[in-house]
């Protein structure tokens, strides 16, 4: 009991205490990097299989890789099916502020950025019944959401480049 009475004791454990929630909250900002090494390492390789999928399979490719990306009849179908145009007209004039001064390729890597990482967060927000649906189309069909969100880019992409009247071809 005497411990708790004394003074010096309790500066002591709270001293003690609040170095081990630094440590820890020091420890949790590392792993929270380290996660999103790990998440982009991912990602990378998950390119990398798709692109030697293709090459063994051209017709399940949603994606042209040339310049600039077009839609393979496949994914002109898939844009179609999870009603593309619909989920992304509201959210056009907020990509054409995001590109303000963006060459043409920034425009495109920033339409393709955004449907890959912030568009389902925001539908969901909004309109939870198109998030859900986009999930059900991709798991529906087998492939996995992010190349459904690939595809979503391309068309949000070609949507602000027919507001900013610029041509797909330079």
Known sequence: MEFITNPMA????????????WKAAEWKGNKDAESKNFIQFIEEVRDDIKKILW?????????????????TD?????????KADEILQPYVSR????TKGKTVYGIQEECIRYARHDLMGDLRTKNKLQADSIEIYAFQKGINLYE??????VVLRD??????NLPLEE
């Not at 309790?10 to 929630?21: C, P, S, T």
């Not at 459904?148 to 880019?153: R, S, T």
């Open 159 to 164: 949507k602000v480049f027919t507001s900013l």
């Open 10 to 21: 309790v500066v002591i454990v709270a001293i003690a205490v609040l170095g081990f929630i």
């Open 55 to 71: 090459a063994l399979n051209p017709e399940t490719r949603p994606i042209e890789k040339k310049s600039p990306l077009r839609l």
């Open 95 to 98: 990509l054409i502020d995001a």
């Open 74 to 82: 496949y994914g002109m179908k898939m844009a179609q099916e999870m």
């Open 148 to 153: 459904a969100l690939e595809v979503l880019g």
